[in-house]
């Protein structure tokens, strides 16, 4: 064991996946870094976790008193919300709204053209379990009528006698005085102890009455699942720490007594376990966002700061935009069939990971995914009782991975793989080849579809982009996706089935804080304002205090949500720091013209009649974290000297193809495919016509070779 003197200190980053967990480890002084995969354990994501966790420490020979800092990307909220398992879950609001979940928003996917009909999504609480208590505040904030405590008390006793244990509180114009909805919930402490309560002013300050419903009801539905798997894997942490002989306390931050362990939240930062609690609905969207933050830091320094990312894992593949090397952000995001109006990186999700199941439609037609045979069973190359073709098995069978994954830790069986595409094949009266084929190609235009969706509907040109791609399934159909899209090239980076887990590492905390403030621009009052900005900053302030960042270390961004007067959305703008003043109420309206124009393609900026119309007011409170260093790695000797032999794979056809260790390439090595390149975490097939090439940083940059 090492001693007081001589421990080093790592920081480790670990993405739950459906099908693998992937982990990375640094050292915060030398830069040393080490990564590694486990397979998923979805019965206890805790297991695989902690599996993670040594299996990294023994790659480096450490032990756990050397573990500083713990970062964790967790789809514990998003499957509990993509799954449909919310349950038991109750809803209060003002008397005369109960029927808000059912009003809902005239909003029609995918325009009228594409629907015949369309019903709106299940309520998430069923109305038998939605109660009003009387009491009104008006817009302003002013009480119309005063909160009903006996009301309130019998409420709670309701729900209690029912036994629902989970609750959400969200009152009319709350957002602008939560009085009402903090004596609600001092009612339910009194006379329902046991219940799990969010408000909607503490979950989502802001107004549309439906948006901030829902909201915070995904909030209570996710807090007790939550707060159980950070306690659990906290508890973990704690026991490995003192198994290795540290006492409680020693790892000279006082802020905590055990390991400090960070979630990751949709936002792009990462909050600790202590606050992430309070604050369930923030990781809703995590593990995507991590990859997105490590995909924009490899790429920003690989020279292409515009690019899309695509991340393949085992059950989806999640895409995303990144501009001047920020991942886009949203307000207007969902999580399966829910709203949540908090701000995530803008995701857009395809059911194309490895594990997506091919099948035949009603009609006869070949059909690829959202079902996934996932970790548990898994694609039948597994041979763990899968017993439906996957889009893995469709590579196996294809040569286009290696007869095995991890570097042979989990065998892949090739006559397994066949058996289950032959019949499909049979079924639809194809060549093996051609169906396998088939499956691969319908996937990759599914994932060609959710990359239009993040750029095309966003008013971007698809093809003014390079495309990053990682997780272990994401490189795997980047040539194909090159062809479709017309992409300007890919750039896979080093370990891409680890990004997430380095992204992890890349983030600082974030928290963020809002609160609607409506007033058209030539009425704003600067002392108003400025009161709002700093009631928000102290907030943010005193949340990273907690997180113990020292006061010269704290950092505050603020921002606002403007439109044009009468528009029903706004566009988010930067406000600069400094005392607000007429000036820069300026200066933020010219920039709204700017960003309105670059969005919608036109602008009012010179027309009178059109005023400006500010809506939310925004503080975000950052607090710095060290990130790892992207380095150069050394020169190559020619790519030759990291082939490994060849197997038959197929494209067009089947033929020889050259194998490599992409571990043994080195800056400037060029290859020609048809190709294969293998690694630990990933593969990454080269379509004849294509040409790779090893750039400084270690990352592959695949093009069209007559590009």
Same mark, same amino acid.
């Given at each position: ?6 421990r080093?200190?790592?920081?480790i980053?670990?993405d739950?996946?459906g099908t693998f967990?992937d ?7 030398s =830069?040393e870094?080490?990564t590694?995969?486990t397979?998923s354990t *979805?019965h206890d ?5 902690m599996?993670?966790v040594?299996k ?6 450490l ?7 713990v970062?964790h990307?967790?789809?514990v909220?998003?499957n509990?919300l993509?799954e449909?398992?919310v349950e038991?879950l109750?809803?209060?609001t003002?008397e005369?709204?109960?029927f808000?979940l059912?009003?809902?928003r005239? /909003? ?5 053209g594409?629907s015949?009909?369309?019903?709106k999504p299940?309520?998430?609480?069923p109305a038998?379990?939605?109660k009003?208590v009387?009491g009104?505040?008006s ?7 005063p ?6 008390a019998?409420?709670a006793?309701w729900?209690k006698?029912q036994?629902i +244990?989970?609750?959400?509180?969200c009152f009319l114009?709350?957002?602008a005085?939560d ?11 009194r006379?329902?102890p046991?219940?799990?309560v /969010?408000?909607?002013s $503490?979950?989502l300050r802001?107004? &549309?009455?439906?948006?901030?419903s829902?909201?915070t009801?995904v909030d209570?539905a996710?807090?007790? +699942? ?6 659990n894997i906290?508890s ?10 540290v006492?409680? #306390?020693s790892q000279?931050?006082a802020r905590?007594?055990t390991?400090p362990?960070?979630?990751m939240?949709s936002?792009?930062?990462?909050l600790?376990?202590e ?10 969207l @995590?593990? *995507?966002a991590?990859g997105?933050l490590?995909?924009a830091v490899?790429?920003e320094?690989?020279?292409?700061p515009?690019?899309v990312?695509c991340d393949?894992g085992?059950? @989806? ?6 501009i001047d090397?920020h991942p886009a ?8 069939a829910?709203?949540?109006k908090?701000p995530m ?13 091919a099948?035949i439609?009603?009609?006869?037609t070949l059909?690829?995914g959202?079902q @996934?045979?996932g970790a548990?069973? =898994? ?5 763990a009782g899968? @017993? $439906?073709?996957t889009i893995?098995?469709?590579?196996v069978l294809?040569?286009r991975?290696? *007869?095995?994954?991890?570097g042979? $830790? ?6 397994a793989?066949?058996v289950?595409?032959?019949?499909l094949a049979?079924?639809? +009266?194809?060549?093996?080849e051609?169906c396998a ?9 599914n ?8 750029t095309?509907?966003r008013g971007?040109d698809v093809?003014d982009?390079t495309?990053?791609?990682f997780?272990?399934s ?5 040539c194909?996706?090159?062809d479709?899209l017309g992409?300007?090239g890919?750039?896979v980076p080093?370990?891409? =089935? ?5 992204g992890l590492?890349?983030? !600082?905390?974030?928290?963020d ?9 030539s009425a704003?009052?600067?002392a108003?304002?400025? #009161?709002v %900005?700093?009631?928000l900053a102290?907030k943010a302030d ?6 113990g960042?020292?006061?010269g ?8 949500d403007?439109r044009?007067?009468g528009?029903a959305?706004?566009?988010r703008?930067d406000v *600069?720091g400094g005392p607000?003043?007429?000036d820069?109420f300026?200066g933020?309206?010219?920039t709204?013209?700017?960003e309105?124009k670059?969005?919608?393609g036109?602008? %009012? ?5 059109q005023e400006?119309?500010?809506v939310?007011?925004r503080?975000t409170g950052?607090?710095?974290?060290r ?9 190559? +000797? ?6 490994t032999g060849? &197997?038959?794979?197929y ?6 193809t050259?194998?490599? !260790?992409?571990a043994?390439?080195?800056a400037g090595?060029t290859v020609?495919?048809p190709a294969? %390149?293998e690694? %630990?975490?990933s593969?990454v097939?080269l379509?004849p =016509? ?6 400084a940083?270690g990352?592959?940059i695949? #093009?069209?070779?007559?590009?």
């Open positions: 064991m090492t001693t007081q003197q001589d080093r200190s790592i920081r980053g670990i739950t996946g967990t982990v990375v480890a640094v050292d915060e002084h =830069g870094m080490a590694t995969k397979p *979805p994501p805790a297991v695989g976790f599996a993670g040594h990294v420490l023994d790659t480096l020979g032990g756990g008193d050397s573990v500083s800092a970062s990307g967790t789809t909220a998003t509990k993509l449909g398992k038991n109750g809803f209060i003002t005369g709204y109960e808000v059912e009003i809902a005239q /909003s029609v996917p995918d325009g009228y594409n015949y009909f369309w019903v299940d309520r998430i609480v038998h379990r939605v009003t009387p009104r505040l817009v302003t904030g002013a009480e119309v009528r909160f009903d405590e006996d009301a309130a019998q409420v006793r729900f006698a036994g +244990n989970t609750i959400g509180v114009h709350s957002y005085d009085t009402h909805e903090i004596a609600m919930r001092d009612v339910l402490a006379e329902h046991d219940a799990t /969010s408000i909607s $503490e979950v802001e107004y &549309r009455e439906y948006e901030r829902v909201t009801l209570a996710v807090k007790p +699942n939550i707060r159980r798997y950070v306690e906290a973990h942490l704690d026991a490995l720490s003192q198994a290795s002989g006492p409680v #306390g000279g931050d905590r007594s390991v362990f960070y979630v939240k936002n792009g930062g990462v600790s376990a606050e992430v609690v309070h604050q369930p609905i923030t990781t809703v @995590s593990g *995507p991590a997105a490590g995909a490899v790429a320094k690989a020279g292409f515009q690019v990312t393949g085992g059950t @989806s593949t999640d895409v995303t935009v990144v090397g952000l949203t307000t207007e995001g969902h999580v399966g829910y709203p949540s908090i990186i803008d995701v857009v999700t395809v059911g194309a990971g490895g594990g997506s199941i099948w439609s009603p009609e006869g059909k690829v959202p @996934s045979a548990d069973p =898994g694609p039948m190359c597994y041979r899968g @017993s $439906e073709p893995t098995d469709a590579h294809l040569g991975i290696p *007869p095995h994954l991890l042979g $830790e989990v065998p892949l069986d090739v006559d793989a066949r289950g595409l032959e019949k049979a079924d639809l +009266n194809l060549s093996l051609a084929t088939g499956v691969l190609e319908i996937s990759a235009w994932q060609a579809n959710a990359l239009r969706q993040i095309v509907n971007l093809r982009f495309m990053v791609t997780g272990g994401g490189s795997l159909l980047a194909r996706l090159v479709i992409l300007e890919v750039l080093m370990n891409p =089935g680890n990004l997430s887990a380095y590492l890349t983030v !600082d905390v974030r928290n804080y809002v609160q609607t403030n409506v007033c058209r621009a704003l009052d600067t108003t304002v400025q #009161g %900005f700093d009631d102290g005193a949340a990273l205090a907690r997180e960042f020292p006061e270390e704290r950092q505050f961004v603020r921002t606002a403007i044009y007067y528009q959305y706004e566009v703008v *600069p607000t003043t007429d820069l300026a933020v309206a010219a709204f013209h700017d309105h670059a969005l919608y036109y602008d %009012f900026r010179d027309d009178a009649r400006v119309e500010w939310n007011l503080v950052v607090g710095p974290i990130k790892p260093e992207v380095r150069e790695v050394a020169a190559g +000797n020619g790519a030759e000297s990291a082939r060849t &197997r038959q794979v494209f067009d056809d089947w033929a020889d050259p194998v490599y !260790d992409r043994r390439l080195g090595d020609a495919g294969v %390149f690694e %630990f975490s593969t097939p379509h =016509g294509f040409t790779a090439r090893v750039d940083f990352n592959l695949i #093009g069209r070779a007559s590009s």
